[in-house]
Nanobody, 126 residues
């Protein structure tokens, strides 16, 4: 049984930083594309960042480009999201997602992922 568990969320002031982690169990992520999504209250879940199975390809939403960095450590079965220069509009529940199967880089659409974590709350105060 595959499980994705996010951690590292919390309350931070605008301009601050947080590092989210997503630990996978039940299956190695070394053959999976991984992604981070977020959902703010009253809004749809949206793509934040994605990374290919070997980390060679990454992609970001325009709203976080230059501030967030996605990375992975396949040996630890973990993917990370480093978030710098946080803004109040980054406040949301952040979800980790994994896709096993035919891989072509990273993915940006919700339906392209097979497994999801439960999410971790990030709150940025102004």
């Amino acid at each position: 049984q595959v499980q994705l568990v996010e951690s590292g969320g919390g309350l931070v002031q605008a301009g601050g930083s947080l590092r989210l982690s997503c630990a996978a169990s039940g299956r190695t992520i070394s053959a999976s594309a991984m992604g981070w999504f977020r959902q703010a209250p009253g809004k749809e879940r949206e793509f934040v960042a994605g990374i290919s199975w070997n980390g060679g390809s990454t992609g970001y939403a325009d709203s976080v480009k230059g501030r967030f960095t996605i990375s992975r450590d396949n040996a630890k079965n973990t993917v990370y999201l480093q978030m710098n220069s946080l803004k109040p509009e980054d406040t949301a529940v952040y979800y980790c997602a994994a896709r096993w199967g035919l891989l072509r880089g990273y993915y940006t659409e919700l339906h392209e992922y097979n497994y999801w974590g439960q999410g971790t709350q990030v709150t940025v105060s102004s």
